[in-house]
């Protein structure tokens, strides 16, 4: 099993229509959880970082977080064509930043 | 604002020949990580340095080795390429210290990559 799972994808998401990324980890002592964008061919870029059990927002990210379910989620309102791209989920294991294999997101116009 | 620079951008070598990739963090950036990227995988961490020591080391080969230098850049070194090391290597930086129960140093800014080849 990988420390980091996501659905590669594709996912198609009407524009203007909510976009919903999940992914779970598999170590229970990670504390950091965070959310990169990355367009094809350039480097991943943070969006999105949480620490703590529930919702955090930020403009039109929200990202979610249950440790107990070991499960991070990001959701992008309102999505954009230039939304389009892969989301790496990642986790600090023992200040190693682990990332997903990414999901990758295709917003249709 | 100043980025992690990277060089070369790309860089095309033949198997069994040597490679150095070069990273300048942004300043008063004082980690530096190498992560691999192979086509459609997962960024892959290799080593990373704080404050010119090694820190920690993934899954890099013994082929492979890497240092931080006094101005806080890094070089990765990878001798007897092979096929398989035909990769996009990021470099990213992070800045130390815990601000407000966040912890800076877990953001990574990334460089924009090098693009090796290896034929």
């Known amino acids: 099993q990988k420390e980091v799972e996501q659905n590669s994808g594709p996912l198609s998401v009407p524009e203007g229509a909510i976009a919903s990324l999940n992914c779970t980890y598999s170590?229970?002592?990670?504390?950091?959880f965070f959310w990169y964008r990355q367009y094809s061919g350039k480097s991943p870029e943070l969006i999105m970082f949480?620490?703590?059990?529930g919702d955090k927002e930020d403009g039109r990210f929200t990202a979610q977080l249950n440790k107990a379910s070991q499960y991070v989620s990001l959701l992008i309102r309102d999505s954009q064509p230039s939304d389009s791209a892969t989301y790496l989920c990642?986790?600090?294991?023992?200040?190693?930043?682990?990332f997903g294999k990414g999901t990758r997101l295709h917003i249709l116009p | 604002a100043a980025g992690v620079i990277q060089s070369p951008r790309h860089l095309i070598k033949e198997k069994r020949e040597t490679a150095t990739l070069k990273c300048y963090p942004i300043?008063?950036?004082?980690?530096v990580y190498w992560y691999q990227q192979g086509p459609g995988q997962d960024p892959q961490f290799l080593i990373s340095?704080?404050?010119?020591?090694?820190?920690d080391k993934g899954s890099i080969p013994d082929r492979f080795s890497a240092q931080q230098f006094s101005d806080y850049h890094s070089e990765l070194n990878m001798s007897s390429l092979e096929l398989g090391d035909s990769a996009l290597y990021f470099c990213a930086s992070s800045f130390p210290g815990s601000v407000t129960g966040e912890f800076p140093h877990e953001k990574l800014f990334f460089g924009s990559g090098t693009q090796l080849s290896v034929l």
């Open positions: 170590d229970r002592g990670s504390q950091s």
């Open positions: 300043p008063r950036h004082d980690t």
């Open positions: 340095f704080y404050e010119k020591m090694q820190s």
């Open positions: 949480i620490y703590s059990n």
């Open positions: 990642a986790v600090n294991r023992d200040d190693k930043i682990i």
